[in-house]
């Protein structure tokens, strides 16, 4: 193998870990923004049973 094999070989190392990394970075983004919907959706649940024991309170 001469040292042109041995560089493309690098390279193409290089590149699959680079393509894993993104992939990675992707599914890792997604599953943030999806927790943090469902962070959202839970402190809208807890605010709505807030504002209905007050209303239950005050009535």
Avoid: T, V
């Avoid at 040292?3 to 992939?23: C, M, N, T, V, Y």
């Amino acid at each position: 193998m001469g040292i042109k094999d041995q560089f493309q070989d690098k390279a193409e190392q290089l590149k699959d870990q680079a393509q894993k990394a993104r992939s990675g970075a992707q599914d890792e983004a997604s599953q943030r923004g999806q927790q943090g919907q469902e962070q959202s959706q839970d402190q809208d649940q807890l605010k709505d049973a807030a504002d209905d024991a007050r209303d239950r309170f005050q009535s």
